[in-house]
């Protein structure tokens, strides 16, 4: 069956980095889109990035443009999120998430297939 196991979360202070991984197993890699979301406590669960399975095209929600960076190894069956300047704000549990269609930046909704998330916290 199709898994998706994150790994690289964990405390880190403000201004800090971390590299988020997710390895799939069960599914042509290849052919899903792939993106990261965050739920933070009492909050819905939003896309933060995604990188599609066509032509590598990204999307990134506001808030973290141009602090962290999403991508992929084909080869691997791997997906990363590396998390740069790293604020209080981004403290949440972070899933990996499997699409079978391209389009990237869609909602949870439209996901195949997920993680079971891996917990970020980040200090002030």
């Known amino acids: 069956q199709v898994q998706l196991v994150e790994s690289g979360g964990g405390l880190v202070q403000a201004g800090g980095s971390l590299r988020l991984s997710c390895v799939a197993s069960?599914?042509?890699?290849?052919?899903?889109?792939m993106s990261w979301f965050r739920q933070a406590p009492g909050k819905e669960r939003v896309v933060v990035a995604s990188?599609?399975?066509?032509?590598?095209?990204?999307y990134y929600v506001n808030s973290v443009k141009d602090r962290f960076t999403i991508s992929r190894d084909n080869v691997k069956n791997m997906a990363f999120l590396q998390m740069n300047s790293l604020k209080p704000e981004d403290t949440a549990v972070y899933y990996c998430?499997?699409?079978?269609?391209?389009?990237?930046?869609?909602?949870?909704?439209?996901?195949?297939?997920w993680g079971q998330g891996t917990q970020v916290t980040v200090s002030s």
């Open positions: 998430a499997a699409r079978s269609r391209p389009g990237v930046g869609f909602p949870g909704s439209f996901y195949n297939y």
């Open positions: 069960g599914l042509t890699f290849g052919r899903y889109t």
């Open positions: 990188i599609s399975w066509t032509d590598g095209s990204t």
